[in-house]
């Protein structure tokens, strides 16, 4: 099922995330979007009682994918997708930590956002 659901979270996001880039442009990138695709992911995830993690590298793994493809240097496009993944796993992680100590989906998804928003933000810096 977290197969499944890292699928269909990864369509939703990315076409979520479409419409924040049109609308709200790269702002959207360290603000909404770090928090739609934590809450997509987790919820889903957390009500459908599918694996957390699973869900979240399966996202990374479709993100990083994207991100190789659609990057026009080669090399630059392996690291996006490395970094990819492993930030979706590390999200993922952070997720299931807040879980276990809170025992709040909605406080482990505002830790997981909270990192994810530090991350890109973190990224865009240092591409730049």
Known sequence: MAYVIGCLMAALSFLLNKILLKYVGMKA????????EEVTKSLCSYYL???????????????????????ADGKRGKWAALVSIIGHSLFGCLTLLGLYISSSIWIAILVASC???MWNVTLIRLSS
């Open 29 to 36: 990138v360290i603000s909404y979007s770090p928090v739609v």
């Open 49 to 71: 009682a599918a694996d957390i993690l699973v869900t979240h590298v399966v996202f990374g793994i479709l993100e990083a994918g994207y991100d190789w493809y659609n990057t």
């Open 115 to 117: 990192v994810h928003v």
